[in-house]
Structure formats: C-alpha cells, structure tokens
C-alpha cells in the first residue's frame, strides 16, 4: 500500500501553512485519482475528490474488486474554508456521497458544480440540492472568485453528462479535463483558453478493465502541448490496482516534446508563485 507525502493531520497542517505563508502563490495538491485541493489568495476549491472506501466497500465480493493501492490522504469532514467543488461527471470516483456529504457538512456554503445533466442525480445521491450548481457545456458561472466554465469531454462518448472545466483563479486558467478520450476538435476547444495548468488522466482504457477509458500518458503529453498548457499535471493512477498505469510515458512524451510537467505523489503539494507568463 502506497502511503502519501502527507497524510491526516501533517496534511492539514501544510495547507494552513502554505496558504498563509505564501497566500499570494498558487498551491495544488494532489489528493489521489483525478482529486486536488487547489489553494490561491484565501480560496480553496476542490476538484473532483474521492476521499472514501466506498468503491472498494462495495465491489469488495463481486468480481471486480476495487482494491486500493494507496491510503486515503485526509478525512473530508476535515478540509476546512471550502467554498467551491467540482465534480464532471456521475462515476462514484468523481461525485462519492462519502466525500461530498461530510465534505458539504464541515462547509456549508461550499457550492458543488455540476454538469446540468447531472442535477437530479446528484442530487438524489447526495439527498440535497442545496449547494448544487449545474452548468451545461459551453456555459461559464463566476462563483466568489473563480470563474468556471464547462467543457466537453468523451467518456467514452461526447454526452452532455461528461465535462471538464476551465477554472479561472486570480491570474492563473486551470483545466481540469474529467475523464476523457481524445475527441474531433479537442484542441481548438481548449487552446483558446491557454491553461496555465491542465489536469489529465493517464490510465487508458483497456478492455479487461471493463472500465470507460481516459488518455494514456503519451496522448495526455501530446495533449497538454497542442493546446498550449505552461505546465501539465497528470492523474487517475495509483488508486485501484485494476485501473492504473505508471506515468513513465507521459513522463517520457513530455521530455520529447519539451512539454513542462510536473508528477505528484499522493498528498504532495507543489506551489507556484507566478503564473508562468508572468514569470513563474
């Protein structure tokens, strides 16, 4: 079992202080699979996290058992100063009530974004539409000082039940791709947009894993580069042992292309003082 960088209470008391040595700087950390805590000027947002044993929990005695390589990070009841969540689509890995409700619990005016198309299911599997927000592909929302507009994605298909968002924090675009396959039109999408950051999953699809597939780690470099991403994070490895692949190709296509990235491990944390066009 993969144990993170930093964990429960050493996590938490990082976040406090990074945020209030450096509030000025761009802080992300990743909290396994496609989940990270990103951190700017007194704003906490989270990206699709998973932060329970609820798939393992329940795959446990069929034959797919979700059996996990890595230790959970941190509780969720225990992040605090949440005010935005996202999540891209209805897989439990990426809209868990196990996370969102203790989550939502400890930030009560936390807004949780959602694509449109998933409003009723999430909120039938939270048991609350409160602090639901649903934004339909092309749409964009300003909420409290992010601006967040949906994206397509293809998981496998282009439906309007899987997004990705472009998150605009400050001075710094963030894209978060959800689950995706590469899809006609893909980078003339994006590149308008020229992230600072692109979040991509490297898993692949494979059909034994009877799983829908995500990049693999050399599209996911091919990617980040066409669309002009300063810097590329990947994701979606190292949770399940059914559905993970190492980040040696995108590592490796990242050096070829001379793409900047940067490969987190669970509850690492990296911080970046300037956006890259501003001299960081």
């Not at 791709?177 to 893909?186: A, F, I, K, V």
Request: glycine fraction near 8%; aromatic fraction near 8%.
């Amino acid at each position: 079992m993969i144990r993170p960088v930093l964990q429960d209470d050493a996590f938490l008391t990082d976040v406090d202080h990074a945020t209030a040595t450096q509030p000025e700087a761009l802080h992300v950390w990743w909290l396994g699979q496609s989940g990270y805590l990103v951190a700017h000027q007194g704003t906490r947002l989270l990206l699709d996290p998973y932060l329970s044993n609820s798939l393992s929990e329940k795959y446990a005695a069929t034959d797919k058992p979700h059996t996990r390589m890595t230790e959970r990070v941190v509780a969720p009841e225990c992040l605090r100063g949440i005010s935005l969540i996202t999540s891209s689509h209805n897989h439990t890995d990426h809209l868990d009530a196990l996370t969102l409700r203790p989550l939502l619990a400890t930030n009560p005016t936390a807004q949780l974004v959602v694509p449109t198309a998933n409003l009723a299911f999430a909120a039938e599997r939270l048991g609350s539409s409160t602090n639901l927000v649903g934004l339909g592909i092309g749409e964009t929302a300003t909420l409290g000082c992010v601006q967040v507009t949906a994206v397509p994605a293809a998981h496998d298909e282009l439906l309007p039940c899987y997004v990705g968002y472009v998150l605009k924090i400050g001075s710094w675009t963030l894209y978060h791709s959800g689950d995706t396959l590469l899809y006609p039109g893909m980078p003339e999408k994006l590149a308008p947009f020229a992230p600072d950051i692109a979040f991509l999953p490297i898993n692949g699809r494979l059909p034994e894993r009877r799983v829908s597939g995500n990049l693999w780690g050399d599209e996911a470099a091919r990617l980040a580069k066409v669309i002009g991403a300063k810097r590329a994070i990947p994701c979606h490895y190292e949770l399940f042992t059914f559905n993970t692949e190492p980040p040696d190709l995108f590592i490796q296509t990242c050096d070829t292309l001379s793409q900047p990235y940067t490969v987190l491990c669970a509850g690492e944390r990296v911080s970046f003082p300037l956006p890259p066009s501003d001299g960081g």
